[in-house]
């Protein structure tokens, strides 16, 4: 693609890149990694290239690559585009499934703006083991790729009880049952949406296995003072299908949907 399309974008920087360094102008960063190899042999980016970068806390920066070696290089850091933003605050708490389909669920989901990616096992989950390093990989490419200015935490693998018993009291929990009592879920985020602490409060999502929850399950949650059991409509999804339709539902009444995409010809 070289460097053609890159006038069309306001801020000149076509590629973008997640790291932990601290950015500030000046600071030289270390370009580490897969990130290295994508820059040079995919990308076929040199010294002198422009990259965007961001960390999570110090919003986006423009850099000049200085040096790109066959396994790692640094940049320049040059200035500020874009200052750090609050995001909203959202989990979606998921029981595995299959590694191609997990990989779709870590990156729409990031791509959706979630904050947390929490994989819960319950009696019907068919998977025994999350490659958590697997999903980081996917959320920040999707990251970088979607103008997030954050990755999504990819909290450690429970129990679907023990990450009940633990629940942080004050996050509310949006429970996707396909049958049974459940309040549809627009209806259910536009009563949080008149309540100002509900509103601007912390929020998850729960989706079960291809299996469904156990009707035991289902019993346990209701008993969680902060959970509401939501329904997506008349048709059973597939899990993933389910994870991405209430994420985007959430983001339209309570999330940043609101919010005018910018004007990115300008
Ligand atoms: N119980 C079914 C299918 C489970 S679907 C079976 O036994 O085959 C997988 C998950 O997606 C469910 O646990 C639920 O969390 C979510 N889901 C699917 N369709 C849904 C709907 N219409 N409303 C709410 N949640 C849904």
Redesign the pocket.
């Known amino acids: 693609m070289g460097n053609e399309g890159e006038a069309e974008i306001p801020t000149g920087v076509v590629t973008r890149l997640f790291l932990d360094a601290a950015l500030a102008a000046d600071a030289v960063v270390p370009l580490t990694g897969e990130r290295v190899h994508y820059l040079r042999n995919v990308l076929r980016r040199a010294s002198g290239d422009r990259v965007g970068l961001f960390n999570g806390r110090d919003g986006e920066w423009t850099a000049r690559i200085d040096r790109l070696g066959k396994a790692e290089g640094t940049a320049v850091v040059e200035r500020q585009i874009r200052p750090q933003t609050p995001e909203p605050d959202l989990w979606l708490v998921f029981?595995p499934i299959k590694k191609a389909r997990i990989d779709f669920v870590a990156e729409k989901a990031t791509e959706l703006g979630v904050s947390a990616l929490w994989p819960v096992f319950t009696r019907?989950t068919s998977v025994t083991r999350v490659n958590t390093d697997r999903s980081r990989a996917n959320a920040v490419e999707a990251a970088e790729q979607t103008e997030r200015l954050s990755v999504p935490r990819i909290l450690q693998p429970a129990k679907l009880q023990a990450a009940m018993a633990a629940w942080p009291g004050e996050r509310r929990l949006l429970?996707?049952?396909?049958?049974g009592a459940?309040q549809p879920?627009a209806q259910a985020l536009e009563e949080a949406a008149r309540d100002a602490t509900a509103a601007q409060g912390a929020w998850a999502i729960?989706?079960?296995?291809?299996?469904?929850?156990a009707p035991a399950e289902l019993d346990a949650l209701r008993k969680v003072a902060t959970v509401t059991r939501?329904?997506?409509?008349?048709?059973?999804?597939?899990?993933d299908?389910?994870?991405l339709a209430?994420l985007a539902c959430w983001q339209a009444i309570l999330g940043d949907g609101s919010l005018r995409p910018p004007d990115r010809a300008a």
Do not use: H, K
């Not at 729960?206 to 929850?213: A, K, M, R, S, Y």
């Not at 939501?230 to 899990?239: D, E, T």
């Open positions: 029981a019907y429970v996707c049952a396909e049958s459940a879920i729960l989706v079960g296995p291809e299996g469904g929850f939501v329904g997506l409509g008349p048709r059973v999804l597939r899990a299908t389910a994870a209430a």
